[in-house]
């Protein structure tokens, strides 16, 4: 231990009596075992954070940690309405909300990042409504290329664009449909909202799937052209 580090050790300690007795929430722990009442999240989202498809269960591991816990906080004050997270989401002080957005913030995507955003160089029919939005948009109705924000093949940007690839296609036609009845906050500079409200309920449901099945189509894209990501059989 060098001496400089011993006025920082004093200082931290000096600070962690102001903090609560159990010290910093564990996000793992609360994704494990829950915490205040409300159930482990692994019951729901996976091992891994993964989600579960087939119960409609999104993903959560790789996602922004300002995204997730602004998700907590909304399903908690009712803004985003949502019957199966609400209690879970109160029972959450806001410095356990962090911690468990933080932690599935630091997992990693489930998504096979290359592949995925080849996909988005792949041909596409216009009648393939799915497709054509996600990655050209209806400049008709004004509404750009899912991709454009998302990232190619829905992978997502950065804290404040989520990943959409491989979401239950119930769970993202549910989001949408949110926005068009004013069930989920507009988050930043209300772009959803003003993308959803635009989209036909065949649109939706066409959009959902692409994005629902696109890692299963991105593999078999790789498996065709074997030279895109070096992949070995
Ligand atoms: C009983 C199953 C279940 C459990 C347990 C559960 N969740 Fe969820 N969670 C869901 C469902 C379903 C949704 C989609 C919400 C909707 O449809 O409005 C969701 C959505 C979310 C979202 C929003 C994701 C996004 O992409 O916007 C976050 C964040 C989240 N859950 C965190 C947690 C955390 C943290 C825990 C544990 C403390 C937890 N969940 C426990 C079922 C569950
Ligand atoms: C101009 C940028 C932009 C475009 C274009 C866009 N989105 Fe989004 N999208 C966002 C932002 C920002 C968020 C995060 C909203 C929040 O924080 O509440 C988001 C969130 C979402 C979510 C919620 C994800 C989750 O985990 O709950 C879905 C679903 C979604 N978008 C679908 C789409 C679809 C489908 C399209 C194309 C038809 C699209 N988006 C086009 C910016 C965009």
Not at 101 to 120: G, H, Q, V
Not at 173 to 198: C, F, Y
Request: proline share 10%; with cysteine; aromatic share 6%.
């Amino acid at each position: 231990m060098t001496p400089r580090s011993l006025p920082a050790l004093v200082l931290s300690a000096l600070f962690a009596t102001g903090a609560s007795a159990q010290g910093a929430p564990d996000g793992k722990q609360i994704s494990t075992q829950g915490a205040n009442g409300a159930p482990a999240c692994i019951t729901c989202h996976g091992a891994q954070g993964e989600g579960n498809p087939a119960a409609g269960f999104p993903q959560l591991a790789g996602l922004g940690a300002k995204y997730l816990s602004e998700q907590l906080e909304a399903m908690a004050n009712g803004s985003r309405v949502s019957p199966v997270m609400a209690a879970t989401a109160k029972a959450l002080d806001p410095a356990q909300q962090q911690a468990v957005a933080s932690y599935y913030a630091s997992l990693p995507s489930p998504l096979n990042i290359d592949r995925l955003a080849a996909t988005a160089m792949h041909p596409v029919k216009p009648a393939d409504t799915g497709a054509w939005l996600a990655t050209r948009g209806a400049w008709d109705k004004n509404v750009p290329a899912c991709n454009q924000c998302h990232g190619p093949g829905g992978i997502g940007v950065g804290q404040n664009f989520p990943s959409l690839a491989g979401q239950p296609a119930a769970y993202i036609a549910g989001q949408l449909r949110a926005w068009q009845q004013g069930q989920r906050p507009p988050g930043p500079l209300g772009l959803m909202p003003a993308v959803a409200t635009r989209l036909s309920d065949a649109d939706i449901d066409a959009v959902s799937a692409y994005y629902a099945g696109l890692p299963k189509a991105a593999d078999l894209l790789a498996a065709q052209t074997p030279s895109t990501d070096g992949a070995k059989p």
